[in-house]
DNA sequence: GTCTATATTTCGATAGAC
DNA sequence: GTCTATCGAAATATAGAC
């Protein structure tokens, strides 16, 4: 079959998305209008509607998106029966995937408030299951006498506000490579835990 | 001078920025219109232009104001000569402070990218200012042989994430105290950057 | 699938009466 | 100082031609 005239499902679709996840990031999600992601894809802002209902499920599948490849890349990781080795592979995995998709993680972490009720409950959820490996190593590690932490909940989320933090700083080609980023918090990490 | 019927300027000017505050941090700054502050102060859009000449302004003032009073009290904070004590002192302080004020923290830190380009650098260097103490303890404990730290810009920003996370979680009448949140941080604090 | 055109709403900001 | 009324611009989303 011949293409229609100006048919593009196939590539415009993710070219919206990726459109929409950079504006988003760059001017925050209430800022951008569905005029200036239609204007950066090259098309009219009729057209967005061939491949999003609403502005709002742009917002949520960007979202979504993002924390199922999370959990997908985390799930194939290795995981070693040490709780130690476990907690450095999580540490390095966590700044490794964060440090490779900015704008997304920005999206996801500054744009909760602008998702409806349902939504929000849905990507709350995919967080919490991210972050109850991390409290898992914490307890198994504790229990084995290798770390000293006064609440695994509250050293989790001390742990992931600290790591997610590299994501401010860090640029691609600067004075420091990933691996040698992800040991400068694999030492601060792993002190702050330590017995 | 008899007050003229409906003139309220030396209290409402404070509500406005009270209620902006409360909606630019519930809905973000973008989300949330000149007519919704008005209608949570009680007036009609248009008086709220005897406060401040626009949105922006709104915005600008509310953050350069939280980081004046950021500066002012740490200024006037105990400054131990020990970098050890002086680090327990600027983490406790930190946690303090913002937990007191977590509405305005969360502006401070979502809607940089909703300033003028001015203003944001007015925001910046404050937020460098602020950020420079802390860096200046880590050098010195390093000069001490107290702390060991890959890189003392890198472990400042780290430290602040890690710190600054606590608004995220911490909700007042929660099953601990400030003071003991505190310590859980402190003890996190102390052993990562420890020789 | 994309376009033009538009219905409908809402926005920031201003003018002028009181 | 606050109100009502409104201007001009811009927003989301839809309808229908091609």
Redesign the interface.
């Known amino acids: 079959m011949a293409r229609t005239a100006g048919s593009h499902s196939d590539i415009t679709g993710p070219r919206v998305a990726q459109a929409a996840l950079q504006l988003f990031a ?6 951008v209008s569905m005029r200036q992601i239609a204007a950066e894809v090259g098309v009219q802002a009729g057209a967005l509607y061939n491949y999003t209902p609403d502005k709002q499920s742009l917002l949520f599948d960007l979202m979504r998106g993002h924390m199922d490849e999370l959990l997908a890349a985390r799930a194939n990781a290795a995981t070693p029966r040490d709780p130690m080795a476990r907690l450095e592979d999580f540490t390095r995995f966590h700044i490794r995937f964060h440090l490779e998709r900015p704008d997304a993680v920005f999206v996801s972490y ?1 744009e909760l ?2 998702l409806t009720a349902g939504n929000f409950a849905t990507i709350e959820g995919l967080r919490r299951a991210y972050e109850d490996e991390l409290e898992g190593i914490l307890r198994e590690g504790v229990q084995a006498g290798l770390f000293a ?3 695994t909940k ?2 989790t ?6 790591l ?3 994501t ?2 860090y640029r691609a080609g600067g004075r ?1 490579s990933v691996a040698q ?1 992800e ?3 694999w ?3 792993r ?4 017995a």
Do not use: E
């Open positions: 760059r001017h925050g999600y209430a800022a500054m408030r602008n932490v006064a609440d509250i050293t989320l001390a742990v992931i506000a600290m997610t933090g590299v401010t700083w420091l980023v040991t400068i918090y030492d601060m990490v002190k702050a835990v330590s």
